[in-house]
C-alpha cells in the first residue's frame, strides 16, 4: 500500500537556486524561503556552506542563513562539505546539515575534488561532530542511477556509499538521480538491495530529476517500497551544471498534485505554494517549467 503522509523535503532554494544562471538577491532567497514556509513546506534546504568559487549562486550563505534562521514551523537543513562548512554553519545555528557523497569517482572529483573514499574520510569527523551536538545529518548520495561520464552505475556501488554514510551515523539517506536517468524497476532494485544490505526504508528519501519526464513514475514507485521523504524543488527549478541535457529536480507541485490525487497528506497548500513558484519565475525572468505550475497559473 502506500504511505498516508509523505514529507516533502523542499531543495527549490538550494539545488534549484545553485543551478540557475542568474544571481538572485539575499533579500529575494530569504523571501522564497518564507513563503515556501508560508505554503506549508517544514523542511526547506536553505543553502550550502560550500566554497564560494565552486558555487557562486550560494555565496551569500552567511548572510542568507540569519535573515531565515528563525522561521517557525520549518527547519532549514543546509549542505557541508566538510569541517569548515560545518563550522560556519554551526556558528550560525544550524540544527540540520547534509553532507553530500557519491557514487562515482568521477562525480566525487567534479563535485568534491576528492576520491569517493577520501570524500567520505572528510565527511566521517564532520557527521561525528554534527552527531555529538545533537544536529541532524542527511547523508546525500548523486549519481546513484547514472553518470554523465560512466554510465549506469551498478546499484552494488550505491550500497556501499550507503551503508558507509549509514555507520557515520547519518539519520537519514537520500538517493539522487542527478541527472535524471533513472527508471521505476531501477528504483525498486537499488530500494531492494538496500534493504538486503541492512539499511531500513525509513532513513531513505529520493531526490528525481526530471530529465526524461520519470521523476513521479520513479518517485511512485519508491512510495509503493515505503518511502516517505520526498525530494522536490518549487517550480522544478535548477539543473545540473555537469550535464547539459539534465534538468531540474521533480517540481514539487507536480509531486503534491500527484499526491493529493492519492489522498497522500503533505500540508502544503498548491495555490500558495504555484503563486510562490510564478514569483520567483518572475525574478528569474523565465517560466517555471513544471507542468503543474503552468495549468494553475493559466486559467
Ligand atoms: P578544495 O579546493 O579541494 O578545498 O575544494 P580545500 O580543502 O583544498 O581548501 C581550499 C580553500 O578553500 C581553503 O582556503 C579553504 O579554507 C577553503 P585557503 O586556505 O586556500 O584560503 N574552503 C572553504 N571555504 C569556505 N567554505 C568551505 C570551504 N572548504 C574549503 N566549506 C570543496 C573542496 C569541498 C571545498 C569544494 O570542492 C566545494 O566547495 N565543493 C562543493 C561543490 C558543491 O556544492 N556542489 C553542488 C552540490 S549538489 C550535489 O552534490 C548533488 C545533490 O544536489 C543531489 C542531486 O541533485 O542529486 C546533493
Ligand atoms: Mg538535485
Not at 37 to 42: H, I, Q, R, V
Request: hydrophobic content about 40%; glycine content about 10%.
Amino acid at each position: 500500500g502506500l504511505p498516508a503522509r509523505v514529507r516533502i523535503h523542499e531543495v527549490g532554494a538550494r539545488d534549484g537556486l545553485q543551478n540557475e544562471k542568474t544571481a538572485v538577491p539575499t533579500a529575494v532567497k530569504a523571501e522564497f524561503i518564507r513563503r515556501l514556509a508560508g505554503a506549508g513546506l517544514t523542511t526547506i534546504e536553505a543553502t550550502s556552506f560550500v566554497h564560494p568559487k565552486w558555487v557562486p549562486q550560494l555565496a551569500d550563505a552567511d548572510e542568507l542563513f540569519p535573515l531565515v534562521s528563525d522561521l517557525p514551523g520549518a527547519a532549514l537543513p543546509v549542505l557541508v562539505p566538510n569541517r569548515r562548512g560545518l563550522d560556519r554553519a554551526l556558528a550560525l545555528g544550524a540544527e540540520r546539515v547534509a553532507v553530500f557523497a557519491s557514487a562515482t569517482e568521477s562525480f566525487a572529483k567534479a563535485n568534491l575534488n576528492r576520491t569517493l573514499d577520501e570524500s567520505l574520510a572528510v565527511f566521517e569527523p564532520v557527521v561525528r561532530q554534527a552527531k555529538d551536538q545533537g544536529v541532524h545529518v542527511r547523508g546525500y548520495v548523486s549519481m546513484c542511477f547514472g553518470d554523465p561520464w560512466e554510465g549506469p552505475v551498478p546499484p552494488h556501488q550505491v550500497a556501499r556509499v550507503c551503508t558507509a554514510l549509514r555507520d557515520m551515523g547519518c539519520d537519514e539517506l537520500s538517493l539522487g538521480d542527478t541527472i535524471g536517468v533513472a527508471t521505476a524497476g531501477q528504483v525498486r532494485e537499488l530500494l531492494g538491495l538496500l534493504n538486503e544490505r541492512g539499511v531500513p526504508t525509513e532513513v531513505i528519501g529520493v531526490h528525481f530529476h526530471d530529465t526524461y519526464g520519470q521523476a513521479l513514475a520513479n518517485t511512485l514507485a519508491a512510495l509503493q517500497h515505503g518511502v516517505t521523504t520526498v525530494d522536490a524543488s518549487a517550480g522544478g527549478l535548477g539543473g545540473c551544471p555537469y550535464a547539459k541535457s539534465a534538468t531540474g529536480n521533480l517540481a514539487t507541485e507536480d509531486l503534491v498534485w500527484m499526491l493529493r490525487g492519492l489522498g497522500i497528506e503533505t500540508g502544503v497548500d498548491l495555490g500558495r505554494l504555484t503563486a510562490t513558484s510564478v514569483w520567483m519565475a518572475e525574478q528569474l525572468g523565465r517560466p517555471s517549467p513544471s507542468r503543474t505550475v503552468r495549468a494553475l497559473s493559466h486559467k
